[in-house]
């Protein structure tokens, strides 16, 4: 008689619990009580509303692509057909809408982004403690939080952005028929995220940057006579160090002529039902909004600019309310005692402040490992390793979408970093993962160490990211500086 074999440890399915865990959390931090606040937050105010607009066949300009508004149209429509998420309606946006089917989109898209970083982690390294690690990290940033619960365009501009950098990693794993889709799919999405936003075309640039880079390694390499041939199957190789199977054809009409024509043609809804101005000039009108917006604290309070980001210094407060007793009206499901008083209920835009914090140092830490590399003189000469290939992977990209806000003359604010902090939280993952994976005792306790106070400051400063009601005494408590106040 044979006997089963005991389940050994390694046969749990440890990754897929954790990724479905984060999946679930993400769920439901974002569509729990996600009609809370019975009237429209921050830049709801333009998207709810442009939103509404297409619905209703309401003639407006828009001093952004359109695509965000579509997709919170679609999620205005479904919403409306849905026999739950009714309970709170306003006329808000021009018409009788519940605030949950103009924010549930949001919410379901902000919940995807973890998974999607998970891949795009996996592509980078093969790894899927890594994934599991830049997932978790990705799932408890607060700004993504509070982007995801409301009808605004970021966490779009954001996964398109990340989706295009994906199968692009996923091109350069396949060859022929597979390769070509892989490029499409991802010159698709790079022009829908520039259909978000204009800066949406820094996760393109970062992608333009490290191809043009590995050529340019490559050509040093056969200007040294230290040539290798390049496998026309990339099986068994680092994603990255396939970059120069990709020629100015591969580039040209996937990575520009695709963009392009992804982008007008996602036009065509807006320019049919406003037809003027048209689509030339409706690019000129953009730029000109934007030019003329201005910058400090006199266009707005919370404006701040590109360096602070780095240490989070001027967060945004989306909402922010008082309750003196329960019986006042505050639009928030949340249930006031009867002895409550001088109840405060706070939107803070702002991230994680020990994600953030450590993910700079993370980025700033491995610009110096390899700027050390190439003054040793090992870059050009010497065979790319993955880590190397990794190291200017995260840099370069973080880099694309965070350099080009220093020519931005216009008021900017803490959201504009998200695309960049989703490189220094990857950076920041893949130091812990290495650490974690360590010999050593000290760096795997560094590893766990980082993910516990990430973890708990996310559950600290929870209530400020869903606006749950905070005593003055504990508001204050989690407004650490004045500047975030």
């Known amino acids: 008689m044979i006997l089963p074999k005991k389940p050994s440890h390694s046969s749990i399915p440890w990754f897929?619990?954790?990724?479905?865990?984060?999946?679930?959390?993400?769920?439901?931090?974002?569509?729990?009580?996600?009609?809370?606040?019975?009237r429209l937050v921050f830049d709801e105010v333009y998207y709810a509303i442009f939103a509404n607009n297409y619905l209703t066949g309401t003639s407006f300009f828009n001093p952004h692509p359109p695509l965000s508004q579509y997709i919170i149209a679609i999620g205005i429509w479904i919403g409306s057909h849905l026999p739950f998420g009714q309970d709170r309606v306003n006329e808000l946006t021009g018409s009788l809408r519940s605030t949950w089917s103009y924010r549930c989109l949001n919410a379901l898209t902000g919940s995807l982004i973890p998974i999607v970083v998970a891949a795009l982690?996996?592509?980078?390294?093969?790894?899927r403690s890594y994934a599991l690690i830049?997932?978790?990290f990705a799932a408890t940033d607060g700004l993504?939080?509070?982007e995801s619960r409301y009808a605004l365009n970021n966490i779009y501009l954001v996964i398109l952005g990340l989706l295009g950098q994906l199968f692009f990693l996923l091109a350069l794993n396949h060859y022929a028929a597979k390769r070509w889709l892989m490029l499409i799919l991802s010159g698709v999405f790079f022009g829908a995220s520039a259909a978000i936003k204009w800066n949406g075309l820094w996760f393109l640039l970062g992608i333009y940057i490290v191809w043009a880079v590995a050529w340019v390694w490559q050509l040093?390499?056969?200007y040294f006579g230290q040539t290798t041939r390049t496998p026309s199957i990339p099986s068994g190789r680092h994603p990255l160090q396939n970059l120069t199977q990709l020629n100015i054809g591969?580039?040209?009409?996937?990575l520009v002529i695709l963009p392009v024509v992804t982008y007008s043609l996602l036009w065509i809804p807006h320019l049919l039902m406003n037809p003027s101005p048209g689509f030339w000039e409706s690019q000129v009108k953009i730029l000109t909004f934007h030019q003329n917006v201005g910058s400090g604290t006199d266009v707005h309070p919370y404006c701040s600019r590109w360096y602070s980001w780095l240490l989070m210094w001027r967060p945004v407060a989306y909402f922010y309310q008082t309750a003196s007793h329960s019986p006042e009206a505050v639009p928030t499901d949340s249930l006031l005692s009867a002895d409550a008083s001088n109840v405060i209920y706070d939107v803070h835009a702002m991230g994680n402040p020990f994600l953030w914090w450590l993910s700079t140092t993370a980025i700033l830490l491995l610009l110096l490992l390899l700027t050390q590399r190439i003054l040793e003189g090992v870059g050009w000469k010497s065979i790319p390793t993955s880590y190397t290939w990794i190291t200017l992977y995260l840099i370069v990209n973080y880099a694309a979408n965070l350099l080009p806000w220093t020519k931005v003359t216009r008021c900017t604010f803490l959201y504009h970093y998200m695309g960049a902090s989703v490189f220094s939280g990857l950076a920041l993952a893949w130091l812990v993962d290495r650490w974690l994976h360590s010999e050593k005792n000290q760096y795997r306790s560094a590893g766990v160490s980082v993910i516990l106070v990430v973890v708990l400051a996310f559950i600290f400063w929870l209530p400020i990211y869903l606006g749950l009601p905070l005593s003055e005494s504990g508001y204050q408590l989690r407004m650490w500086f004045r500047s975030w106040i």
């Open 220 to 222: 040093f390499r056969t």
């Open 16 to 38: 897929s619990i954790g990724i479905t865990a984060i999946v679930l959390l993400s769920l439901a931090l974002r569509f729990w009580g996600l009609g809370r606040f019975n």
């Open 121 to 127: 982690a996996y592509q980078l390294n093969r790894r």
């Open 134 to 136: 830049a997932a978790l």
């Open 144 to 146: 993504f939080l509070v």
């Open 250 to 254: 591969h580039i040209l009409l996937n």
